[in-house]
């Protein structure tokens, strides 16, 4: 089983809004990613972990704040966004870090009012 | 630094036309080569991979071969279908990072 999955689908929130991003995957895998991915565009790296541990951040905002809890699940909390936030956002894992493949989910599509 | 680059789309085929989209890379080393694929309004699937020099990776009919003499790892599929309109991501992982390096994205139409 390669899935990764995550909730919610959608999600439409204010810009004074507290709201969080939820993904889990059962595969053991020990590297897991946060995108994001604008309409007609690659996704860009947000966040790893590795181990459970925030390896890279690609100086996101602290308006979104990654949090992993154990192997299996990521959050991603999101406080005061912008318009400009409103994208997919995907959740991927890989076994390891480094050449790895990495398994997406199918994404939420965020708007932002 | 690393990057990867893909032929402008959109790409419009009719359908059991043959399918080819370039994608070429610059990289130290040897990277990790991928595609992916989106559908539309959903997340990314993977198509295939390679990890080496003159490997081949395939998958419902779509293949590709790491060349690093070219430095390309272009995809390919002998006769396309409908089903296969979407987007598709050439990618690569250079070694001993959790980077991906995604091109820019190709959008396929099929005409039935």
């Known amino acids: 089983d390669t899935e990764v999955t995550q909730t919610p689908k959608h999600l439409v929130m204010g810009m004074t809004n507290k709201k969080s991003l939820k993904c889990e995957q059962h595969?053991?895998?020990?590297?897991m990613y946060w995108y994001k991915q604008k309409a007609k565009k690659p996704p860009e790296l947000m966040f790893v972990y590795s181990y459970e541990k925030l390896s890279i951040n690609e100086s996101v905002p602290s308006r979104f704040s990654p949090e992993c809890p154990n192997s299996s699940l990521l959050n991603l909390h999101l406080h005061a966004l912008q318009p400009e936030d409103s994208a997919l956002y995907l959740c991927a894992s890989s076994r390891l870090a480094g050449g790895e493949t990495q398994y997406f989910g199918p994404g939420t599509r965020l708007l932002v009012l | 630094g690393d990057s990867v680059t893909q032929m402008e789309g959109p790409v419009t085929l009719s359908e059991e036309a043959f399918l080819t989209i370039n994608c070429t890379y610059t990289a130290t080393g040897y990277p990790s080569l991928f595609w992916y694929v989106q559908y539309p309004g959903e997340g990314l699937q993977l198509l295939l991979k390679?990890?080496?020099?003159?490997d081949k990776g395939s998958n419902k009919g779509f293949e590709a071969t790491y060349r690093k003499e070219t430095t390309s790892f272009h995809l390919e599929k002998g006769s396309v279908q409908v089903s296969d309109s979407a987007v598709y991501f050439c990618?690569?992982?250079?070694?001993?990072?959790?980077?991906?390096?995604f091109g820019t994205g190709t959008r396929l139409k099929v005409l039935a």
């Open positions: 595969m053991g895998h020990r590297a």
């Open positions: 390679a990890t080496k020099a003159d």
């Open positions: 990618a690569l992982s250079p070694m001993g990072t959790y980077k991906y390096i």
